[in-house]
């Protein structure tokens, strides 16, 4: 196992995680995604493993595994909630793809997110896929992404 592991950011907004290893605080900033560009870095496991137990970040998919990690596989299998980090960890790309193809499979996936931040990072792909004519979403899936932002944040 690798003694570092790496995380990027590929929600909107910056991403702040202060820790103290036991001698001293560390502070580690993620920028947020921005056209495009998703900041990753690497991370003593450590700080990794204490993220994982410790606090929702990882589950919540404010940072997440990147695909260049050695070990992703491996990192992957020691999640206590691997369904849940994968539900809320999509990429821009991933959105993209679920909003544009099939509505049925748009909505069960959907609907497995619980991450508060996951559905506005989703909400606000949704909003630039509307914002170009050529690439809108139908109204029937901007109504259920609408629906479902507002019905999940309602439950919260």
């Known amino acids: 196992?690798?003694?570092?592991?790496?995380?990027?950011?590929?929600h909107y907004g910056d991403f702040i995680v202060n820790y103290h290893n036991g001698l001293k605080n560390l502070r580690y900033v993620?920028?947020?995604?921005?056209?495009?560009?998703v900041m990753s870095q690497e991370v003593p496991y450590e700080l990794?493993?204490?993220?994982?137990?410790?606090?929702?970040?990882?589950?919540?998919?404010?940072?997440?595994?990147?695909e260049t990690e050695p070990n992703l596989e491996e990192i992957k299998n020691q999640i206590p909630e691997v369904e849940e980090y994968e539900a809320n960890s999509h990429s821009k790309e991933e959105v993209i793809k679920l909003l544009k193809g099939n509505i049925n499979k748009m909505k069960?996936?959907?609907?497995?997110?619980?991450?508060?931040?996951e559905k506005r990072f989703i909400k606000a792909v949704a909003?630039?896929?509307?914002e170009n004519e050529d690439d809108g979403l139908t109204k029937g899936k901007n109504d259920f992404i609408n629906e479902w932002v507002r019905l999940k944040s309602d439950e919260e």
């Open 1 to 10: 196992m690798n003694e570092t592991v790496r995380l990027k950011r590929e």
């Open 127 to 130: 909003d630039e896929l509307n």
């Open 48 to 66: 990794y493993d204490w993220l994982l137990y410790n606090t929702t970040t990882i589950r919540d998919g404010e940072l997440q595994i990147a």
């Open 108 to 117: 069960s996936e959907l609907n497995k997110v619980v991450s508060q931040s």
């Open 30 to 37: 993620w920028r947020g995604a921005e056209k495009g560009k």
